[in-house]
């Protein structure tokens, strides 16, 4: 059994930061990719950034410079960075991972995070 667990969120003014973390545990025998989606009331999910094992990151236009993703092989572990935060960054937060549980390849999500930035 996995489990992805998420922390950090919470409310902060514009302009401030919060670094959200994901830990994953259980019978993993290798993740592939390690990522944060966001969906904000009323909009689809979107993907925020996201770290390919042995890979550069990928990140949102709208995140750009201001968000930085980082991996933790060992410990399984994806933290998100958020500075300069804005308004529009408010959302639930998502911790994604593709990972293989024996010789299968499974997608799973964290249960989300609250980020909430206020003007």
């Known amino acids: 059994q996995v489990r992805l667990v998420e922390s950090g969120g919470g409310l902060v003014q514009a302009g401030g930061s919060l670094r959200l973390s994901c830990a994953a545990s259980?019978?993993?025998?290798?993740?592939?990719?390690m990522g944060w989606y966001r969906q904000a009331p009323g909009k689809q999910r979107e993907l925020v950034a996201e770290?390919?094992?042995?890979?550069?990151?990928k990140y949102a236009d709208n995140v750009k410079g201001r968000f930085t993703i980082s991996r933790d092989n060992a410990k399984n572990t994806v933290d998100l960075q958020t500075n300069s935060l804005k308004p529009e960054d408010t959302a639930v937060y998502y911790c994604?991972?593709?990972?293989?549980?024996?010789?299968?390849?499974?997608?799973?999500w964290g249960q989300g995070t609250q980020v909430t930035v206020s003007s």
């Open positions: 259980g019978s993993i025998s290798y993740i592939r990719t």
């Open positions: 994604d991972t593709w990972l293989t549980v024996l010789a299968d390849e499974h997608d799973f």
């Open positions: 770290v390919p094992n042995g890979a550069s990151p």
